[in-house]
């Protein structure tokens, strides 16, 4: 098992208790309103949840009128998002998968295309994003949306470099029982890798905490 999974495999437990089953204030005050602002959710929407944790979020858009298939690196997060998430599993399908493996991701392809997919503070938990972008750009049906969040980089980085990509252990809720892995990339590379696979930016927006005035996370839409 590596680092990565090792972390979330021992932090599932206590992000499934911390989130619940509203999720956290962070999330639903920060995150949720501009996300699905972007991803715009429409009775009969296919989305792709990407990194779903305990799947609340997944629920949303399922009660939203979406077909869902979501997953997560986690084993021990997908059982606890299905024991949870009981209520919607004839319109939400869970599955363990790795988002740095391109040939796993092509496995989670249906019988039609995604229209959408979405990415919640998961971004920068991921080792390499080329295969994911690359997976999400060949499984969405033309014209349709990628919207992801995560910490802003510009205001979020350690060593007081912006410029370096870099690998550093970071908390997303206090307490959890594992420091997990965050990968800091600037917005070029960020961009960049979108572009590299048919993506333009078709939606941003820069989100502070209230007692802020500077953005702590960024939410971003792509379109293929």
């Known amino acids: ?116 997919a979405v990415a919640n503070m998961a971004v920068m938990d991921i080792s390499d994003i080329h295969p994911l972008f690359k997976a999400v750009s060949l499984m969405l049906c033309k014209g349709g949306n990628f919207v992801f969040s995560m910490h802003h980089p510009c205001f979020e980085y350690p060593n007081n470099d912006y410029l370096t990509n870099c690998l550093y252990k970071g908390e997303a809720i206090a307490g959890q029982p594992v420091l997990h892995n965050y990968y800091h990339r600037t917005i070029e590379e960020i961009f960049n890798t979108a572009f590299q696979y048919g993506f333009v930016v078709d939606g941003f927006h820069e989100v502070p905490r209230k007692e802020h005035k500077f953005p702590v996370i960024m939410i971003i839409s792509l379109r293929i």
């Open 1 to 116: 098992m590596d680092n990565g999974l090792f972390a979330w495999e021992a932090n599932a437990q206590f992000w499934d208790e911390k989130m619940g089953d509203e999720s956290n204030t962070f999330h639903r005050e920060l995150v949720r309103p501009h996300t699905e602002k972007l991803l715009n959710i429409k009775n009969g929407d296919f989305i792709l949840d990407i990194a779903c944790g305990n799947g609340n979020f997944s629920k949303r858009l399922a009660d939203n009128g979406a077909r869902v298939v979501a997953f997560d690196y986690s084993i021990k997060m997908i059982e606890l998002a299905k024991a949870r998430r009981k209520d919607v599993l004839n319109k939400v399908s869970f599955f363990v998968c790795d988002a740095t493996d391109f040939d796993a991701l092509m496995m989670l392809k249906q019988e039609k295309p995604f229209d959408k």
